[in-house]
């Protein structure tokens, strides 16, 4: 098993949807959860990084951490064609720790 | 301020032979780690290296080696290439590699083994 699970998709939504994206993890040990998107042909580039449980907004993205679930989500609102990429939930222990990722779901926005 | 500069984009090669990839930081940044992306597996941990130094290492055989220069500045080595690395190998950089501290990508090298 996996130490990160996340649905591979592809999720395909009508532009303006409410997307929610999803990743589940077995590492108690993970602290620090990020989130990052990546267009084809080209690296993963940061969208969100939080710290322990709780949530954080940015402009139209929104990341949860439920660490007693060990389960983290990104929502992103009102969906745009250019939201239309790859999302990698990744996560680290901290300290000198690999940061572990998820396999990538990729999103459709369709216009 | 420049982002991670890998270099060269694209290569082809062929069973046997052997690949050094390149790896540009973000200046500043003394942390360089390497991943390895395919489509079944996603973002496999390669190593990290912090000033000068291999910090972590991932489950990846001998054939996979870096190293880093005193400018920050990153290769990555695989010898004796096999079908199966054929693969996206990204670069990413970060100040300090500690504490979570995020992880900013290059663009990748494409490699392909025929």
């Known amino acids: 098993q996996k130490e990160v699970e996340q649905d591979p998709g592809p999720l395909s939504v009508p532009e303006g949807a409410i997307v929610s994206l999803n990743c589940t993890y077995s590492n108690s040990a993970f602290q620090y959860f990020m989130w990052y998107r990546q267009y084809s042909r080209k690296g993963p580039e940061l969208l969100m990084y939080?710290?322990?449980?709780g949530n954080k907004e940015d402009g139209r993205f929104t990341a949860q951490v439920d660490k007693s679930s060990k389960y983290i989500s990104l929502f992103i609102r009102d969906s745009q064609p250019s939201d239309s990429a790859t999302y990698l939930c990744?996560?680290?222990?901290?300290?000198?720790?690999?940061?572990?990722f998820g396999t990538g779901t990729k999103l459709q926005v369709i216009p | 301020k420049a982002g991670v500069t890998q270099t060269p984009r694209y290569l082809i090669k062929t069973r046997g032979q052997q690949v050094t990839l390149s790896c540009s930081p973000i200046s500043g940044h003394r942390s360089v780690s390497w991943y390895q992306q395919t489509p079944g597996q996603g973002l496999q941990f390669l190593f990290e290296y912090f000033s000068e130094t291999q910090r972590n290492k991932g489950n990846f055989p001998g054939r996979f080696s870096g190293r880093q220069f005193s400018n920050s500045r990153s290769e990555m080595n695989v010898s004796t290439l096999e079908l199966g690395d054929s693969a996206l190998y990204l670069c990413a950089s970060s100040l300090e590699g500690g504490l979570g501290s995020p992880l900013h990508f290059g663009n990748g090298t494409r490699l392909t083994v025929t």
């Open positions: 990744a996560m680290s222990a901290g300290g000198y720790q690999k940061v572990t």
């Open positions: 939080t710290y322990s449980s």
